[in-house]
């Protein structure tokens, strides 16, 4: 039955879907995970990187974590050139409002102008839905610390833990059993580091499989902290995910 409407993006079938966009949605089911966990003091962001060869020159950049503005940080799940679209299109969108207003934009209204983006190419023809999805983190000064996730449809909600990505579902039914609402943001690492070796198709958790970041507040001041390699493999040794010999050899 779908095969007569799923050709275009601006079709709905008899039922009332839209083929394209749940297509787009498949395709990040197979994307690297990526796991987002609001504590009490700040957002952790933790992404799995999918490693291709041993031949590939790993980036010294993040590959799954990007600043959008000094406030705001998100981790992406999907097609990596179809997020670097996106992600330049918000931090234009940040640099906008902080130029005509001289404050940083509200995380949600940053979230919701980009997810306007997303909806726009699922609604006319010849184009197609981008294949990723997001997860946002960031903080201002009327609602504080916030998660938000969005995929291909333009859809967007705010969340106390998210997962995106390979296994997405297992991994939101760990978060939903283990995330307490008074969460530090140490537990949250933890918390998240553990979902992620539970529900990652790899047998072993190793820093360089993995990206970590927060967003937190610092001498008042919002800060956005990517986790080095090292301090990674630490934390992975400390909170029992990994063993130390992992790291010798």
């Not at 990526?34 to 999918?50: C, M, P």
């Not at 969108?93 to 306007?116: G, K």
């Amino acid at each position: 039955m779908s095969r007569r409407y799923d050709s275009r993006t601006t079709i709905f079938s008899p039922e009332g879907r839209l083929y394209q966009v749940e297509y787009a949605m498949e395709a990040i089911g197979n994307a690297g995970s990526a796991i987002g966990i609001l504590s009490k003091d700040g957002v952790v962001l933790v992404g799995e990187k999918k490693v291709t060869s041993k031949l590939l020159q790993t980036s010294t950049s993040t590959e799954k974590m990007y600043k959008i503005d000094d406030h705001v940080a998100c981790v992406v799940a999907g097609i990596m050139s179809d997020a670097n679209i996106l992600i330049n299109t918000a931090r234009v969108q940040a640099q906008r409002y902080t130029f005509a207003y001289q404050e940083p934009m509200p995380v949600e209204q940053l979230v919701q102008s980009l997810c306007d983006t997303k909806q726009g190419y699922t609604q006319f023809g010849g184009l197609r839905p981008f294949g990723v999805s997001f997860l946002f983190a960031g903080w201002d000064k009327n609602f504080g610390f916030q998660l938000y996730m969005s995929d291909p449809s333009g859809n967007y909600a705010g969340w106390k833990a998210a997962a995106v990505g390979a296994n997405n579902q297992a991994a939101q039914s760990m978060l939903k059993q283990d995330y307490k609402d008074d969460i530090s943001r140490e537990e949250a690492v933890q918390l998240a580091l553990k979902v992620l070796s539970k529900t990652m198709d790899s047998t072993s958790l190793t820093s360089d499989k993995l990206e970590l970041a927060e967003v937190f507040l610092s001498s008042g001041k919002v800060k956005y902290q990517v986790c080095s390699p090292k301090d990674l493999t630490k934390l992975l040794v400390k909170f029992g995910v990994t063993q130390p010999a992992a790291d010798a050899s």
